[in-house]
């Protein structure tokens, strides 16, 4: 309990310590900006360290920590330090820009563990050391192809002669060596989903898997469905009867499934696909499965899949709104039409994906609901701990949110090209990860340029220091960051302009200058209310002197181009009508001399978005799967897709 009577006392002393304090932060943070600016990251994070510690509750000391480590490589310090800020913070835009770092990183470690042919660690889909422990030495070798009909679960069925007896499958090859690592394999497979991915239970039953020699035998011996790679059936209660696939690949189905081997991307990716489904089987039993959830968890097992680059494939439609509505897609029994199947798949498995992100409780929780009936709304709520109505369309807007990440490709570190620690983001021909707008004939479209006076400072303002690394020569602005290690940032004063905006201006490397360096970087940065770099610079490379036109179309994307070319894009910061004003919102931002001429300014209007052409009829763009056969009628179950003739599953 407090005296009132010893308030008036104690205000006078509690306004001198505030007074006292504030300016000691504040010098912390300018001296910490300073030698994050010069590339010191060692001292700022020595500075940022000890005040967090004793003022817990300053933002601002945790963004640029939380950046000096990541311009060290130290991840996961970073992670913590964003992690804090997100816990700490009232404030909206500072918690969703803690929450985009977070993601970012996460995605910069995915892209330096996840190849083509390798699997994160702590993936839950990934069977540590299946790679290092089967030997392909002779597995592509047909011992005996001579069928021969065999009881299967009660069908009489021409097998492949070679039988290995496993504790829950009987398999069949045409090698002996692989019927026992195939048999040794499922088992790997089925331990590691039942603990990983679904409760423990018991089974009490054994799973025919056949494997013939090729395709052609797979289609025409076995009698899988034309289309397919693999296939599982089952029965009216839900248990698995058998599970088909072949043991030799051609070439191009090799290149589809990432292997060098032709044995390799049948057992490394089809046959956890299709165990998949048996498990999947049995959690459910006779319940009604989605046919979605089917497919993204078997999708997800195989091992060679690199998920988070098919997911950049689809994030550029996902954020243009071409995608399966979620509830569209919860509700499909069977298999979309011919041409649509990939995306199908695809969008699955990007939704477990995502779903994983939250780890494996989120993910048993959502099963779980599922698996009593409950539902979709159910299930979305029990995972992301949301109120149950609504929650499908709030699962889809995260989403859709988290989709923005893919196509904001993983950093690219300009190394030793350029000897400095520059970032850049990436970029590709892909159509799929193009924007569903021209943007460089968006920017052509508008009148009305604002241009900036180049005759004086008034019009900019730096981070930190950077602003004494430009100067004014007539109506050119120059750039000389010779005495700091890292990017100097010139901020563009556009109070009258709201994003969408573009700005342009004429560009010169001077590469005298630059007697060290084959090559300038400069680009374009978004920045806070606070003047601050949020981290996402887009920079062009520059490797003559020449002059060139800079472009940058701040949207969606911060998106720039040189010479009309595309650059690089990285996702905008997100800015609601509640937010501070941003008088600086867009800065120049160089690691070496240039100069710039000719800077414009302007906003863009819903009318002044051209949309990109969409291919011609009968042409199909990068990541599409050809049109599929249409679905068999013999009450197969589920199968892994081909490149050629697409999903045949129902």
């Known amino acids: 309990m407090c005296d009132r009577r010893i308030l008036p006392m104690l205000l006078p002393t509690a306004c001198l310590l ?23 990251f060692d001292t700022t994070i020595a500075l940022l360290t000890k005040e967090v510690e004793t003022n817990p509750g300053h933002e601002a000391a945790y963004v640029l920590l939380a950046r000096a480590f990541e311009g060290k490589h130290e991840y996961p310090k970073a992670q913590a330090a964003w992690t804090k800020l997100q816990r700490i913070t009232r404030d909206d835009p500072t918690r969703a820009m803690a929450t985009r770092s977070l993601l970012r990183i996460r995605a910069q470690e995915r892209g330096a563990h996840v190849s083509k042919d390798q699997r994160r660690e702590d993936d839950p889909f990934n069977v540590p050391g299946i790679h290092d422990w089967i030997d392909y030495r002779g597995l592509e070798i ?93 029965d009216h209660i839900g248990r698995s009867r058998i599970v088909m696939l072949y043991q030799n690949s051609d070439e191009d189905d090799q290149k589809y499934r990432y292997s060098t081997n032709p044995v390799m991307g049948n057992i490394e990716d089809v046959l956890p696909h299709e165990l998949t489904h048996v498990v999947i089987n049995e959690f459910f039993g006779a319940q009604k499965i989605p046919r979605w959830l089917h497919e993204a968890f078997a999708r997800q097992m195989e091992q060679n899949r690199p998920d988070y680059k098919e997911a950049a494939t689809l994030a550029r439609d996902a954020v243009a709104g071409e995608y399966f509505r979620f509830r569209d897609l919860f509700a499909a029994e069977n298999y979309p039409s011919a041409g649509r199947t990939h995306r199908f798949y695809e969008q699955s498995a990007t939704i477990v994906l995502y779903l994983l992100e939250h780890g494996p409780e989120a993910t048993r929780a959502f099963l779980n609901e599922l698996a009593h009936q409950r539902g979709h709304d159910a299930a979305a709520a029990a995972a992301f701990g949301i109120p ?67 005759t004086s400072k008034k019009s900019f303002v730096g981070v930190g220091d950077s602003l004494e690394d430009w100067e004014i020569s007539g109506d050119t602005i120059r750039c000389n960051p010779s005495r700091r290690r890292g990017a100097t940032f010139l901020g563009i004063h556009m109070i009258a302009e709201r994003v969408p905006m573009a700005v342009r201006c004429k560009l010169r490397w001077l590469s005298d200058q630059s007697p060290n360096s084959d090559v300038g970087w400069f680009g374009f940065v978004p920045l806070n209310a606070d003047n601050l770099d949020i981290g996402a610079q887009c920079l062009l490379k520059l490797d003559s002197g020449s002059q060139h036109e ?47 001429t000719e800077l414009e300014v302007c906003a863009l209007q819903p009318r002044d978005f051209v949309r990109r052409e969409p291919p011609g009829e009968g042409e199909t763009e990068p990541g599409d799967a050809p049109p599929s056969d249409p679905p068999p009628a013999d009450g197969s179950d589920s199968g892994t897709p081909l490149p050629k003739g697409g999903s045949v599953d129902n």
């Open 388 to 454: 149950e109505e609504g929650a499908v369309e709030e699962f889809e807007r995260r989403w859709v949110e988290w989709m923005r990440q893919r196509y904001a490709r993983d950093l690219e570190r300009g190394g030793e090209e350029t000897g400095r620690d520059t970032l850049a983001a990436a970029i590709s021909d892909d159509t799929l990860l193009l924007p569903a707008v021209d943007e460089p004939a968006s920017a052509d479209k508008v009148k009305k340029w604002r241009t900036i006076d180049l």
């Open 550 to 596: 800079a472009l940058c179309v701040v949207g969606d994307d911060v998106a720039v181009f040189l010479d009309g070319k595309c650059a690089g894009r990285f996702p905008a910061p997100r800015q609601r009508p509640t937010d501070p004003d941003i008088d600086y919102p867009i800065a120049l931002v160089s690691h070496s001399p240039v100069e710039v």
């Open 18 to 40: 505030l007074a006292a304090a504030t300016p000691a932060r504040g010098l912390v943070l300018d001296e910490a900006t300073t030698a994050y600016n010069r590339g010191d």
């Open 142 to 234: 047909v011992d005996d192809a001579n069928y021969t009909p065999t009881e299967i679960n009660g069908d009489i069925m021409n097998a492949p002669p070679i039988p290995y007896e496993t504790r829950h499958f009987m398999v069949y090859t045409c090698n002996e060596k692989l019927s026992r690592i195939v048999g040794e394999l499922c088992e790997k497979y089925l331990a590691h989903l039942m603990k990983r991915i679904i409760d423990e239970r018991a089974w009490a039953f054994r799973v025919p898997v056949l494997v013939y020699k090729d395709i052609e035998d797979y289609w025409n011996v076995g009698g899988a469905p034309r289309g397919s790679a693999g296939v599982t059936a089952s």
